[in-house]
């Protein structure tokens, strides 16, 4: 460009130098020498016209540039806020303050307020643990949770003790984190920097001894929940409306060799991880279908339920907040147009009434109440440690019994080792006895042997005896008929 402005520039002058040459014969010299100065001036007049319209142009195009650029990082704005308008499926799925703070916002709802690293300092032993009072964190990091920390009484918290990884994060020392549950506990009273505890239900041997050890607390305002997006990344495709499933993640945490579970129990509850999000097959329990409905009118639901903190619990049975940073203060509103995922019965009820229309079922996992769990796991550990005490009464009152009856044992076998000792004096009495028996018996014999010839001696002679006497008395009778005659 500038190469021919310099082109231009010389046949002008070199014009000039021709016109001005032919013109000075018949000019005066006043005119051949103001019409050079006129030549310049108009000459400098016109570069500074074109430096003018090139500056402008230059402007111009850096204007159009900046508006650009502006209008560039408004949609940039836009996008970084909640998402590309002009992509429905994006402005859903790709990372926005919006979507960032929907997260963000869903997370601590279900994780409440937390307190960590908290000393705890047993204060009152009766029988048992009855009062416990923790120091709640100050450092600049917990300034926030610490000053926040408004208690009523007997406002349930749950408890954990922590463990410091063995690795650092980026060459800092790894904070501590929750490891062991110590169990549900009430608020007795509070003040900024500390609160008294008390258990909510006896406490077990092994959570005294967790108590006992020392170790630094996180306190929970609610118990860990479960979630649809532990294993599934938050990012709603076509195929999962949890996000796309990180089956590697969970084959880290999850195995039944770690759960102790059957091929067949592990392959139940890995299938309800995997299919969690998915489309519902037909034969689905309804009980784990949420359907997605699209309102065709506009439409309020009261979302908030009765406030009370004491119950230690976010949602109602059905659904409503029951915390006070959760209640909404009025109902949610939907308007013609929106979708969202509701329970079937639910689902039909608003589909009956027209006012939706149902897009599609969906599987969801049922998601487990750790708090009645753990709950319900205190209470029979509290059921077996009774049990478990009445049977170590009944085995103590046992083993004195055991014992009662080894002294007798042991007395029985002193009587025992006199008997025996008594019976070989009486097997050798019996031995000699048998002998003179057996003589008695040989003595006998042959005494039976003499009686029974004595006897048939008698007999002979009682015989001759008898035969006597009739020939006697017959000889009488006889000589006294002589007489007579």
């Not at 231009?8 to 103001?34: N, S």
């Not at 509850?269 to 689905?284: M, P, Y």
């Not at 009370?308 to 009025?330: K, S």
Request: proline share 4%; with cysteine; hydrophobic share 40%.
């Amino acid at each position: 460009m500038e190469l021919f402005a310099m082109i231009g520039l010389g046949l002008l002058v070199l014009t000039f130098l021709v016109v001005w040459a032919m013109g000075i014969r018949t000019l005066k010299w006043p005119d051949a020498t103001l019409f050079p100065l006129v030549f310049l001036v108009g000459t400098l007049a016109m570069f500074l016209v074109a430096e003018a319209a090139k500056i402008q142009t230059d402007q111009i195009g850096k204007h159009d540039k900046l508006v650009q650029q502006i209008s560039q990082l408004k949609n940039d704005v836009v996008k970084l806020r909640s998402g590309d308008p002009y992509n429905e499926n994006a402005a859903k799925n790709e990372p926005s303050l919006k979507r960032e703070n929907g997260i963000l916002r869903r997370i601590a709802i279900e994780r409440g307020r937390v307190w960590r690293e908290c000393s705890a300092l047993v204060s009152k032993r009766d029988q048992g643990i009855s009062e416990i009072t923790v120091d709640l964190p100050t450092s600049e990091d917990d300034v926030a949770e610490t000053t926040s920390a408004v208690f009523v009484d007997n406002q349930r918290l749950f408890a954990f003790q922590e463990i410091a990884p063995e690795e650092s994060q980026n060459g800092e020392p790894a904070k501590a984190l929750p490891a062991s549950y110590v169990g549900e506990f009430s608020v007795v009273r509070s003040t900024p920097g500390s609160v008294v505890l008390t258990p909510s239900t006896p406490l077990s041997e092994q959570q005294i001894a967790l108590v006992n050890q020392g170790m630094t607390w996180s306190l929970y305002e609610i118990f860990p929940t479960d979630s649809h997006y532990i294993f599934n990344d938050g990012n709603r495709t076509e195929e999962n409306l949890w996000g796309e499933f990180d089956e590697e993640q969970f084959d880290k945490y999850f195995s039944k060799e770690a759960l102790g579970l059957s091929d067949e129990a592990f392959s139940q509850i890995a299938q309800e991880f995997k299919q969690d999000g998915k489309v519902a097959k037909a034969n689905e329990n309804p009980d784990n279908i949420l359907v997605l409905v699209e309102f065709e009118t506009s439409y309020q639901e009261e979302v908030d339920g009765s406030i009370d903190l004491t119950v230690g619990i976010p949602f109602d049975i059905e659904g409503r907040a029951t915390l006070p940073h959760l209640a909404q203060n009025g109902p949610t509103e939907f308007k013609k147009g929106d979708t969202i995922f509701l329970p079937v019965e639910k689902a039909d009820e608003l589909i009956a009434a027209q006012i939706c229309k149902k897009i599609d079922n969906y599987y969801k996992r049922p998601l487990r109440d750790y708090a009645y769990l753990y709950r319900e796991l205190d209470l029979q550990t509290q059921l077996i440690s009774d049990k478990k005490e009445q049977l170590t009464q009944k085995l103590d009152s046992l083993t004195n019994i055991i014992e009662k009856m080894k002294i007798q044992i042991s007395s029985r076998e002193n009587e025992k080792d006199k008997l025996l000792s008594d019976k070989q004096y009486y097997e050798k009495e019996l031995a000699a006895f048998e002998g003179l028996l057996a003589e008695v018996k040989v003595q006998n014999a042959e005494l039976l042997q003499e009686l029974a010839l004595l006897y048939n001696n008698n007999s002979y002679m009682a015989k001759q005896y008898a035969a006597m006497q009739r020939a006697q008395a017959k000889k009488i009778d006889e000589e006294t008929d002589l007489i007579k005659e």
